[in-house]
């Protein structure tokens, strides 16, 4: 095994399993072992993994409430010489968790980051769904209010790759339902539940059906989600199209939202649930 090259004050960024505890790898335990801290999400979550691998590092707490107080702790540490590893509750930190303001000050104080690279539920869930992984978009978590996340959804409703997202079981129901209306009944999602836990499911349809199958037994809405869905169909635009939100900027100007929309949706060949949605987010500008 060829030694880590780095100095002692480093910031080690280490990816811990997202369910199934086999999955972390024997460098990542070396490394919570050896350093003078683990800052953690939420130390009580991680005692439990630490606790089973044997490891007794020290930790403190790192979440979006208190990450710039500690990121001055922890710069003091690192100045100090001593090394530093970032974990999240599970997966890789910073992929829709905190770390993004520690890393960024640490790199600018000049110190070491280096990664110890594992689970991470969004890619797991490409690689198994099905759908084109060449190239992907990640955007994590949508709003929770409907309003915003169907405006969120209709803006994405011609990207061209594959979208990836995380959701709650509070509402992958009420997503997955906005999904196929500014999508389309036909655009296939891919669900993965419970990633490498017990009860992993993966299933791939269109949205309508996907609709429907979640309706069918409660178990479908348990548990955490990594929604993949296929990326719109590429269509060829001639170079001098006006945009939709030009357009609907300039119908919105003489007409109502939903004439807008209507008009919009017949010119640009988007839905028109998605025009609609659109015209209202940008109607609240």
């Given amino acids: 095994m060829a030694p880590d090259r780095t100095s002692p004050a480093t910031l080690w960024i280490v990816a811990t399993p997202i369910g199934n505890l086999e999955d972390i790898s024997?460098?990542?335990?070396?490394?919570?072992?050896?350093?003078?801290?683990?800052?953690?999400?939420?130390?009580?979550?991680?005692?439990?993994?630490?606790?089973?691998?044997?490891?007794?590092?020290?930790?403190?707490?790192?979440?979006?409430?208190?990450?710039q107080a500690r990121t001055t702790q922890l710069l003091e540490r690192l100045d100090a010489?001593?090394?530093?590893?970032?974990?999240?509750?599970?997966?890789?930190?910073?992929?829709?968790?905190?770390?993004?303001?520690?890393?960024?000050?640490?790199?600018?104080?000049?110190?070491?980051?280096?990664?110890?690279?594992?689970?991470?539920?969004?890619?797991?869930?490409?690689?198994?769904?099905?759908?084109?992984?060449?190239?992907f978009v990640f955007e994590g978590f949508l709003p929770a209010r409907t309003t915003a996340r169907r405006a969120r959804l209709a803006a994405l409703a011609e990207e061209t790759r594959s979208l990836v997202f995380y959701e709650s079981s509070h509402r992958i129901d009420k997503t997955v339902a906005d999904m196929t209306q500014a999508f389309g009944a036909e655009r296939q999602i891919a669900l993965c539940r419970e990633l490498t836990k017990l009860h992993e499911q993966s299933v791939c349809m269109g949205g309508a059906e996907l609709v429907a199958w979640?309706?069918?037994?409660?178990?479908?809405?348990?548990?955490?989600?990594?929604?993949?869905?296929?990326?719109?169909?590429?269509?060829?635009?001639?170079?001098?199209?006006?945009?939709?939100?030009?357009?609907?900027?300039?119908?919105?100007?003489?007409?109502?939202?939903?004439?807008?929309?209507?008009?919009a949706a017949r010119l640009t060949g988007v839905t028109r649930n998605a025009a609609y949605a659109r015209a209202l987010e940008l109607g609240a500008e």
């Fill in 26 to 67: 024997a460098r990542a335990v070396r490394i919570l072992k050896t350093v003078a801290v683990i800052a953690a999400e939420d130390t009580r979550h991680s005692a439990r993994l630490t606790q089973h691998l044997g490891i007794d590092t020290p930790m403190l707490s790192l979440h979006e409430h208190n990450e």
């Fill in 214 to 263: 979640l309706a069918t037994d409660d178990n479908h809405r348990r548990g955490e989600f990594v929604l993949v869905v296929a990326g719109a169909a590429a269509v060829e635009r001639a170079t001098s199209e006006i945009g939709l939100d030009a357009l609907l900027r300039e119908l919105l100007q003489i007409t109502g939202t939903k004439p807008a929309a209507s008009a």
């Fill in 81 to 135: 010489g001593e090394s530093v590893a970032l974990i999240s509750d599970a997966g890789t930190p910073l992929i829709s968790d905190p770390g993004f303001v520690l890393v960024r000050a640490v790199r600018q104080a000049g110190h070491e980051v280096q990664t110890v690279p594992g689970a991470c539920a969004a890619i797991a869930a490409i690689s198994v769904a099905g759908l084109p992984s060449d190239r």
